[in-house]
Structures are given as C-alpha cells and as structure tokens.
C-alpha cells in the first residue's frame, strides 16, 4: 500500500479537513499550524526549512509568494473559499450586523472586541477598522488572541463581541455567531491547493484537488463553513 500523502493545512480548517481524510480512508494525513507568521510551526515556515511534506493549503496571496521564492512549485489551484463572522456570548443578544452604522454602533457599544493575530484579524485591524472610523468616534478596546481560538475568549467571558473565520467559530460551544454582515465586513479568503517541490507521492496536485472539490467533499466544506470551488 502506497504511502498516504502529507499535506500540511491551515489550523483553522482542521475539521473540515480532517472529515475529508477520514472519508478518503487513509489516502491522506494532514498536519496542522498557523498558515504564516514568525512560528517554527507556520506553514510557511516550514516549508522555507524544506518540511517534509508533499502539498500545502495556503491563502492564495502567500501561495504565490512562496511560488516565487522557490518553496513550492507549479501553480496554485483554488479549493475553496473561507469568509468571516462576528459572535457574541450565548447569553447576549444578537446583534444587527447587516449595515454599516449597525456594525459600528455595536462595536461602540461593546467593551471588548476579540480578534485573532491571523489574518482575520489583520483585516479587521488594517482594513474593516480604519474604514468605520471614518464615521467618527475612537475604538481603542480591541484584544488579540494567539493562544486561543477567538470564540472561546468570547465564551469564557474575556471580551464581548469577536472577530474570526467562520469555520474557527462553529465548533465553539456558548457562542452565538453572526454572519450576516454588511459588505463591508466580509472578507472572503480563498485558499489553494499547492504542490512541495520534493513531494514523494505518486498522487497528482490535480487528482486531490478534484478529490476535494467533489459533491461528497464539497459538503463538507459547506458544513464547516467553507464555500467550495466548484
């Protein structure tokens, strides 16, 4: 029996990820961290340090990256995409999100705001932030997490309202998750299937790619709140 091919994945998608190899039966083992930042365990990381590994899943932005620096190879091909989604406490209410003075005066109203030190957060940080601030007012309660999934700093009460890819939120337990957004909030991030220049497996880029855009997988992309592809 062939060996199952390594595909190191952003951690934010373990669940769906990990439904998928269970289905495929062994074809797959995948290995999870933070898709990029100063971590030895980044995936970009990782693979700057020749990882032994035969794919990755990467946000396109740092797939083509890393294409370019040499540490991995051939194109990336688009999987599916990950979008974001406030929550709040079980116990709270849930808040109108779907306009840009309801979003605002939430995050007004809030005490705390959650956000990640991944790339959500920097969204809401860099981009989402500065555009409602335009509207007035000052916001100079935002928390990063590192060491916990934001829903869960919710949950435990650490901040009122949080920020992160829907697909880290709806395995938490206490949360309430909304994401019916205004336009503005929303921040779609595809992610990419890309080959490892010194893959040993016998499978193709283009045949696991497939395996993950069929009507099974695709399934269970959108069960883990994922938007596949095809």
């Known amino acids: ?54 794919f990755v899943i990467l946000p396109m932005a ?31 209410q849930l808040p109108d999100l779907s306009s840009d003075e309801n979003l605002w005066q939430a995050l007004l109203k809030a005490s705390s705001i959650g956000i990640s030190t991944a790339g959500s957060g920097r969204f809401f940080r860099d981009e989402l932030l500065p555009k409602l601030l335009r509207k007035g007012g000052s916001v ?16 435990e009460g650490l901040v009122d309202i949080g920020f992160q890819q829907k697909a880290e939120l709806l395995d938490v337990q206490g949360i309430k998750i909304i994401d019916k957004l205004t336009d503005l909030a929303r921040n779609d991030t595809w992610l990419t299937l890309v080959a490892v220049p010194h893959s040993q497996t016998s499978i193709s880029l283009n045949s696991l ?17 994922l938007t596949p592809i095809c």
């Open 209 to 225: 790619a497939d395996e993950i855009c069929s009507v099974s997988s695709s399934s269970i992309l959108r069960a883990h709140g």
């Open 1 to 54: 029996m062939n060996s199952p091919a390594r595909i190191l994945a952003p951690a934010a998608f373990s669940s769906a990820l990990d439904e998928f190899a269970k289905r495929m039966e062994g074809q797959y083992v995948f290995e999870y961290g933070p898709a990029t930042g100063v971590s030895s365990t980044s995936i970009t990381s990782r693979i700057e340090q020749d990882y032994s590994a035969d």
């Open 140 to 155: 100079d309660k935002v928390v990063e997490f590192s060491d916990r999934s934001v829903g869960a700093a919710v949950a």
């Open 62 to 92: 740092l797939a083509h990256k890393a294409i370019v620096a040499g540490h991995l190879k051939g194109v990336a091909v688009p999987i599916f995409a990950s979008t974001v989604a406030f929550c709040v406490s079980q116990a709270s």
